[in-house]
């Protein structure tokens, strides 16, 4: 089907729909090293344009609209969260275009905290809006790692089916388990997932392979979190070279911070997405994605509508 993409960023969730067989024809983000990320990626029919100043009548039609708009108001890493933050009515954009479009189908992705902002009042009020457009709506709550992912993301998926369809939209089935019991393969660790990728400090040519020699700190507000190799990572964040956020390896220095390919690869990205950008750039493009085979997940899902 054909697939308008908003918020687009480096292209992880765009990623995942063409891996399902979906054609993407237009695509926007402000952030122009995301941008460049995106059309050496992706393709080039992405705009660089703040969202505010897209017209509709720039947007073509399409059979779906997707997009994960910004979530750092939502974020339940933002101890500033807060129910007014400008950045918490980035939405509007987005029901903006479906409502003059009128897609069959739309998906938003956002992050665990937007179900409790408000005391649940804020995601009750993005659900009444869109049901108020002529849309059907689904939430769900999933774990990346369910999904393949290397890393235990949780991200709320927000879909809405048009009216007329009279289809009810249905969500994955899980491919993954932390135990791996009842016939559902077991969470991929970081181990694997990183298993053959050289130590960034030794000659190599791998894309984005370089990390932040910021020192490292455990406590306080830059709060690093050290990983088990043996199980998936934690939630990959957006912080850049010297805010924290990210996860670290063992090092015969102590510890350091992983490589932006490592982060990459707990995302789910393949090897050799290259990402534009200096190191900050790229740990926040990377940090901000949706996994792809989250994303490829939740795609597919949507080929059974094809007909439709």
């Known amino acids: ?17 063409k891996m399902a067989g979906h054609s993407i024809i237009w695509a ?18 992405i705009l660089c344009k703040d969202i505010s100043q897209v017209t509709t009548a720039e947007v073509p039609d399409s059979d779906i609209i997707i997009g994960g708009f910004p ?43 937007i179900l409790s902002l408000g005391k649940g009042h804020v995601i009750q009020m993005i659900l009444n809006d869109f049901e108020n457009i002529g849309y059907t709506m689904q939430l769900k709550l999933l774990n990346a790692a369910d999904y393949g992912v290397p890393q235990t993301r ?14 009810i939209f249905t969500y994955p089935d899980a491919t993954h388990s932390c135990e791996g019991t009842g016939g559902l393969k077991k969470w991929r660790s ?26 490292l700190r455990f406590n306080g507000y830059l709060g690093h979190r050290e990983i088990d190799p043996g199980k998936p990572a934690p939630t990959v964040t957006a912080r850049g070279d010297d805010r924290g956020g990210v996860v670290v390896l063992h090092h015969p220095n102590n ?27 790229v740990y926040r493009q990377v940090g901000n994605a949706v996994p792809p085979l989250l994303a490829y997940a939740m795609a597919k899902q949507f080929n059974q509508y094809a007909c439709e």
């Open 28 to 45: 926007n983000d402000v952030y122009e090293d995301a941008v460049k990320t995106y059309r050496m990626n992706i393709g080039d029919h």
């Open 71 to 113: 979530c750092q108001g939502f974020s339940v890493a933002n101890i500033k969260r807060n129910i007014s933050d400008e950045r918490n009515t980035l939405y509007k954009h987005l029901l903006r275009v479906v409502s003059a479009k009128q897609p069959k189908f739309f998906l938003a992705e956002n992050v665990k905290g």
């Open 190 to 215: 970081v181990g694997e997932a990183l298993a053959g990728l050289p130590d960034p400090d030794e000659p190599n040519d791998i894309l984005n392979h370089d990390y932040s020699k910021y020192k």
């Open 154 to 167: 949780q991200r709320v998926f927000i879909a809405g089916v048009r009216k007329d369809l009279d289809v």
């Open 1 to 17: 089907m054909k697939v308008v993409s908003l918020f687009s960023g480096a292209g992880g969730l765009d990623l995942g729909f």
């Open 255 to 281: 510890q350091r911070r992983m490589s932006c390919r490592e982060l990459a690869i707990v995302q789910g990205f393949p090897v050799d997405y290259a990402f534009f950008g200096n190191r900050s750039s």
